[in-house]
């Protein structure tokens, strides 16, 4: 099974910038659909972006577009989240997970469950 592992997490003041990575145990990363997902404490996971096997196809939830881009490197077996202008209620803990795509529907929905591969998570904290 996929085993995916984020890092890049950390402490940031209101405005500034971090990147996250997701990094994926198989050669064959371009079969799957990887997204990244959000929880913070009390709410829902939310989906924030996600990416299809080829890179050509992304979907970001409203409240992070033209902040937040996603890409992959499958060379790398690496999915990224360039996270810019970062604001408080981005805090939470971020988590990738990935699963094959046929039909190629999961990023358009980004519904947690339609993903079987998950990583432990990497906390963002915006804050002055």
């Known amino acids: 099974q996929l085993q995916l592992v984020e890092s890049g997490g950390g402490l940031v003041q209101p405005g500034r910038s971090l990147r996250l990575s997701c990094a994926a145990s198989?050669?064959?990363?371009?079969?799957?659909?990887i997204a990244w997902f959000r929880q913070a404490p009390g709410k829902e996971r939310e989906g924030v972006s996600c990416?299809?096997?080829?890179?050509?196809?992304?979907n970001y939830v409203d409240s992070v577009k033209g902040r937040f881009t996603i890409s992959r490197d499958n060379a790398k077996n690496t999915v990224y989240l360039q996270m810019n202008s970062l604001k408080p209620e981005d805090t939470a803990v971020y988590y990738c997970?990935?699963?094959?795509?046929?039909?190629?529907?999961?990023?358009?929905?980004?519904?947690?469950?339609?993903?079987?591969?998950w990583g432990q998570g990497t906390q963002v904290t915006v804050s002055s």
């Open positions: 198989e050669s064959r990363v371009n079969v799957y659909t």
């Open positions: 997970a990935g699963n094959v795509d046929p039909l190629r529907t999961k990023c358009a929905r980004m519904n947690p469950r339609a993903f079987n591969s």
């Open positions: 990416i299809s096997g080829s890179g050509g196809s992304t």
